[in-house]
């Protein structure tokens, strides 16, 4: 059975940096999508970014774009994204999933990933 397991995330002051790793096993397939998404109080789950395991392509929306940076250890079926230049706006739980969907780098649709981390808090004060 695929798990995903998080660890990182915390509390930081604007302009700080954070780390979110994403630590998974089972993996029985060859190729998948890792993404991360977010959800703050009150707000929808967001996807922000994601990376192919096979070619390491990334994919980042806008939001994040240049101050998130994600990438991944294939020896340690490992995702690791890097959160530099933060806001407040980016406080919120993050999730990392798995997606056997490979065509289409650049999807963030929640209902194309299978399985979910247990999602780690991050806290960016200003």
């Known amino acids: 059975e695929v798990q995903l397991v998080e660890s990182g995330g915390g509390l930081v002051q604007a302009g700080g940096s954070l780390r979110l790793s994403c630590a998974a096993s089972g993996i029985t397939f060859d190729d998948y999508r890792i993404g991360w998404f977010r959800q703050a109080p009150g707000k929808e789950r967001e996807g922000v970014s994601c990376?192919?395991?096979?070619?390491?392509?990334?994919y980042y929306v806008a939001s994040v774009k240049g101050r998130f940076t994600v990438s991944r250890d294939n020896a340690q079926n490992t995702v690791t994204l890097q959160m530099d230049s933060l806001k407040p706006e980016d406080t919120a739980v993050y999730y990392c999933a798995l997606s056997r969907v490979t065509v289409v780098l650049g999807s963030l649709l929640p209902y194309e990933y299978d399985y979910w981390g247990q999602g780690a808090q991050v806290t960016v004060s200003s």
């Open positions: 990376i192919r395991i096979s070619d390491g392509g990334t």
